[in-house]
């Protein structure tokens, strides 16, 4: 019973509490940059109304316009050519708006917010995902149903590549704290160093030409993960963090009484029967919350890896929608983008409480 | 050790990976065009681009040199501060702007030659040249990043370590991170550029601080980000050593907290470790600053157009990537990728190679080991704690 209140109360609190105060907090910083954001009028955002017959937007030309007016008084984008030929087709509707799009940005040039404007917008964002709808971006299309299709192939990598990197550097360290002299894992060790300085592109770039990948045709997953696994710029300090909490529990007094007792002192994998099981699992419950840190900078490095690879993820998502100013885009990749990072380090925090229980009654 | 030896060995640690980095390129250079002995009659773009290398990195170190064995530490030191200050401000003096046109009659990517050391780029324009003022806004964000995390980090890792409030200021600082940083960079990028933008229009900076600006702008935005593992460095020293003898009969004595904190704790028992530190996300600084130059050349439209020049985009071309895919022009891939990851490798390994001189040396003076020790591993602790 004990057990099961520890647990709802650190899902409750650190699952559900923090989790929603850092979303507010963090979507709110994004709101009020685009609040402060200067407007983009010149010459070469504005195009006049005239041949409209390159629009790939939805709904009549004029409803488009109206409805961007509506959001976002001071420019007027009508959707936007990915390969970037036609990179900015955002037209003005007519003299009177171009009038009123230039007195609001001289408005917000002059540092002229209106703050009852920005609370009051972010609370109607705050209150429309409550209801579990971001919105529409500026072409139109359901972010929610974006999002369907796009956060779930950045979740993957990122997890995947995680994973992997803790997978591999265990592996590592396992085998140099019961084998230090070896060559090969002194090899291994060290590699990591030159594998973690590698920028993602740089790997990326050499293993589609290595494996003849042709990106545009078939996006290669397994490769992007194994891209990310070794890029991320964990793998090192992950290696070098299980060593040492390994070495640390290596010299305890278990240990000695555990070899003691009989137990193989020769194995590395940390199977029952083995002191590596036991001094793995001590060990865990120390590097596990420096893992959660780290997080984040896997789920960051995905967007790099997904640009490589030409995945279309959230990556895709943030540059679109910062480059088209599209502020309902940013803030949904923002919230998606701080679940992930929350979910994968309250897997590794839960990983850490079930390997001790003690720290479960202390309340997590 | 002698207090003042401390403090310039404090900030020679700071800079060393650029030593390490960049000595055995500028040594290298030097020999080759010793060697050779007729610089000026390889025409305008060669000599522009030996005679930049030989002011920027050769110089400085042959001065280094002999100031090092001379024991002149000031002198070094003050030189190896130097070194990215030139880099960053006299870049654009010291390669004259023949450089960056194109070499007329070149049609095509050229091979390495004793014309063009790196070889050229499509356009006839020397990869040296592209190469050094790429690692010059390289460099400016890594120095201003470190600026950063070593001003805000020490201070924020005070205030939590000393008032019982702090920790809630750094758990504000703390929740930065869950927003992934090339997420909020690209984020702050994009309000930045159109910012700088503005001010440009307005007429209110002059077109040749532009870059410096944009630099300035990611290397403060990814120090920010960078801040909060020093503070918990700074943090974790002042906790554990708040419990000590010593800091007791400091204080029981008269001597004011802040002065123990800052002298006796942080000064005297910790700076060595936030060196380490310091050099280790050094290059993390620049492994995400390569990552955003990367991302800022290939965002669509406005975001990356001209917003951050970085020594990535050299390799984001579609002649570098036609030169990776096809084995075509490869020094147009080779030269800048050997550029990123050796001064990525430089930090990380300085790091660490600092980390075991440091330990080796305590461990002779019989000093307590090393916090970080506990906080990171390597091979080395072990000896020096026994030893």
Redesign the interface.
């Known amino acids: 019973m004990r057990f099961v209140t520890s647990l709802l109360r650190f899902v409750a609190i650190d699952g559900v509490l923090v989790t929603a105060t ?1 979303i507010l ?2 979507t709110f910083a ?1 709101h009020l ?1 685009f609040a ?3 407007a ?1 009028v ?1 010459e070469q955002y504005v195009v006049e109304v005239a041949g409209l017959e390159d629009t790939t937007a939805v709904g009549s030309v004029e409803e488009q316009l109206r409805a961007a007016f509506e959001r976002d008084a001071f420019a007027l984008w009508i959707g ?1 050519d ?1 390969d ?1 030929r036609a ?2 087709t955002a037209r003005l509707l007519g003299q009177a708006m171009r009038e009123d799009a230039e007195r609001l940005t001289d408005r917000r ?1 002059e540092g002229v917010v209106d703050t009852p404007d920005v609370i009051a917008s972010y609370g109607d964002w705050l209150g429309s995902v409550l209801r579990f709808d971001l919105g529409t971006s500026r072409s139109g299309l359901s972010l929610v149903d974006e999002l369907k299709e796009k956060a779930p192939l950045t979740f993957k990598l990122s997890l995947a590549a995680y994973l992997a990197a803790i997978f591999a550097a265990a592996s590592i360290a396992l085998t140099r704290a019961f084998r ?1 002299r070896d060559r090969i894992v002194q090899i291994g060790h060290y590699s990591t ?2 594998i ?7 790997l990326g ?2 293993f ?2 290595v494996f003849h990948l042709d990106v545009s045709e078939r996006p290669g997953l397994l490769l992007a993960i194994i891209t990310l696994t070794f890029s991320s ?1 964990i793998l ?2 992950v290696e ?2 299980i ?3 390994l ?2 529990e290596l010299r305890a007094n278990y240990i000695k009484t555990a070899r003691s007792k009989g137990l193989s002192s020769r194995a590395v994998l940390p199977v029952p029967g083995a002191v590596a099981f036991h001094a793995f699992r001590q060990a865990a419950v120390q590097f596990l919350p420096r893992l959660a ?1 780290r997080v ?2 896997v ?3 995905a ?2 890896v997904e ?1 490589v690879f030409v995945l279309p993820g959230l ?1 895709d998502m ?3 929608g ?4 599209d502020e309902p885009r ?1 803030l949904a ?2 919230l998606i ?2 679940l992930i ?2 979910l994968c380090e309250l897997l590794t925090r839960g990983g850490k409480l079930l390997l001790d229980p003690r720290a479960l009654s202390a309340g997590g | 050790m002698d207090e003042s030896k401390r403090f310039w060995g404090f900030l020679a640690f700071l800079f060393w990976p650029w030593m390490v980095v960049l000595t055995p390129i500028a040594v290298t250079v030097v020999l080759v065009l010793r060697m050779m002995g007729r610089l000026e009659s390889w025409g305008p773009w060669y000599a522009a681009g030996a005679r930049c290398v030989f002011l920027i990195l050769a110089a400085p170190f042959l001065l280094i040199d002999v100031a090092v064995r001379s024991r002149q530490w000031k002198l070094a030191i003050a030189l190896i501060l130097l070194l990215p200050v030139m880099i960053a401000c006299l870049g654009s003096l010291v390669i004259p702007e023949p450089s960056w046109q194109p070499d007329r009659g070149v049609t095509s990517a050229q091979a390495p030659s004793l014309h063009h050391l790196f070889g050229t780029n499509g356009d006839g324009v020397d990869m040296l040249a592209l190469i050094i003022h790429g690692c010059r806004n390289s460099y400016v964000v890594v120095t201003t990043a470190l600026a950063v995390i070593l001003i805000f980090g020490i201070a924020l890792g005070v205030v939590t370590g000393r008032y019982r409030w702090g920790r809630y200021v750094q758990a504000i600082a703390a ?1 930065l ?7 909020g960079m ?3 990028a ?2 930045a550029s ?2 700088v ?2 001010l440009l ?1 307005q007429g209110l900076i002059a077109a040749q601080w532009q870059s410096s600006l944009r630099s300035l702008i990611i290397g403060l935005g990814i120090g920010a980000w960078l801040v909060s593992p020093m503070a918990n460095l700074v943090a974790d020293k002042i906790a554990f050593f708040r419990r000590q003898d010593f800091i007791d009969a400091s204080i029981s004595s008269g001597v004011p907290l802040s002065r123990v904190i800052w002298y006796h704790v942080v000064y005297r028992n910790a700076f060595a470790e936030i060196a380490i530190l310091a050099t280790h996300l050094a ?2 600084a620049l ?1 995400f600053e ?2 955003l130059g ?2 800022f050349s ?6 990356g157009r001209g917003f951050y020049h970085s020594l ?1 985009q050299l ?2 071309t579609p002649e570098a ?1 036609q030169a ?2 096809f ?1 075509d022009s490869w020094w147009l ?1 080779v030269a800048p ?1 050997v550029f ?2 050796s001064a ?2 430089g930090f ?2 300085a790091g660490d190679g600092l980390g075991g001189l440091i330990r080796t040396t305590s461990a002779a003076r019989g000093d307590t080991p090393l916090l970080f ?2 906080l ?4 080395g ?2 000896e020096a704690t026994h030893g």
């Open positions: 850092l907090a963090i994004v940059v402060l954001m200067p983009p010149s936007h990915r970037g990179d900015v040039t230090p160093y030159l973690t300085a590698l920028p993602a592109f740089v770039y050499v589609i030409a710029g090192n300090e070098r963090v060593h040492h909490q070495s640390e840190q984040p900078m789920v960051g490095m967007i790099l640009k990556g943030l540059i679109d910062l480059a088209y100013r940013v990749v923002v983008a701080i990072v929350r | 929740s991170d869950t927003l992934p940083l090339l997420f690209m984020i702050v994009a309000l159109l910012w933008g503005k229009q290059g993390l492994l390569v990552s990367y991302l290939i965002g669509t439209a406005q975001l990535a390799l984001t990537k990776v895919l084995f891939f990728a990123i990851v990525i490798v990380s390994m020790d506990r990171l591993d390597d091979t602790s072990r």
